[in-house]
């Protein structure tokens, strides 16, 4: 397989719309360790929302804690870093009161896979309008490399240096299982199919999961970028495969050894998003933020005086 050129790629077809792509950049120390698979993830996010046409300020960013929660103040935009698993929670808050804007939450496995599972299941129940990027290291990266949900089975990690005990979790497959609207995997060292899976995602009305397998070459040493150059496919090698057949999508990510698939594994574009569905909301053409009225509250805090 044909390995990437970064920067042509970054640059590549950006001519006319550089400028945008510029405002997404800041000046901030990066912190992220040499190789993390955290540029590129960034670099191809901020790609996407350029070549989609989307200005910084029409995006609210929502970071979890970790190695990809520290990227929150490196993207132009509205961003709000959270609690640790907590990223999509406060994501859905946000894109249910103001459904105009465009809202994107990222959180690593760490939060998603386990800390915060729970927001993860019912957003993609209620089908939040939002884009949610897991960036799947395979270990909780900013507290030095402990296992998570989904490192290896015997693989020796800070705080389990004997061997992972339990069998790891496939995320993708797992949300396959909760009937979601969107879910895409992508794999950090591929700008172009991270580029491309971002756009697909960025246009989707209701939730869309993206899990990005992104490499820590500090901490995962059982599955470095190699080993994913040796395994990653496309959904189109697949002949005649259809994103809209959920059956089809859950066979294809069942083997996480051999043929990891690249691409959106699964899309219902027709079903009504969660804002859709509300009855209370049938007919009304603003969104819940633009009714707020904002009155003074200085005789109701006189009554606790
Ligand atoms: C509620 C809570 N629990 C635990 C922590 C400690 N903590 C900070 S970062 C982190 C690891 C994050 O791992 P992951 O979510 O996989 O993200 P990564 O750093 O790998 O990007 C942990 C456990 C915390 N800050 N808050």
Known sequence: MAKINDTKILLKDLSEKKGTYLKYETEEVIT?????GNYNIQNA???ALTLEGFEPDKILFFFDI??????SDKIGGYTFHGLHGRAISAAAGACVANPNIKVIASGGDGATMSEGINHLVHAIRNDYPMVFILHNNHNYGLTT??????????FGMNGSPDGVIADPMNPIEFVLGLNPSFAARSFS??????TDVFRKALKHKGFAFVEILQVCPTYNRATPQSWYWDRVKYTSDIKNYKADNLKKAKEIVEDFEKNIYLGVIYQDSKRENFVEKLPNRKNITTASVEEVNYCSIEKLLKEFE
């Not at 970790?66 to 990227?71: L, Y």
């Not at 490399?145 to 015997?154: K, L």
């Not at 060292?189 to 991270?194: A, R």
């Open 32 to 36: 992220w360790c040499n190789g993390c």
């Open 45 to 47: 996010l901020k790609r």
């Open 66 to 71: 970790g190695c990809n929660g520290n990227g």
């Open 145 to 154: 490399g402990q296992a998570s949900a989904t490192t290896p089975r015997g």
């Open 189 to 194: 060292g591929d700008i172009k199919n991270m």
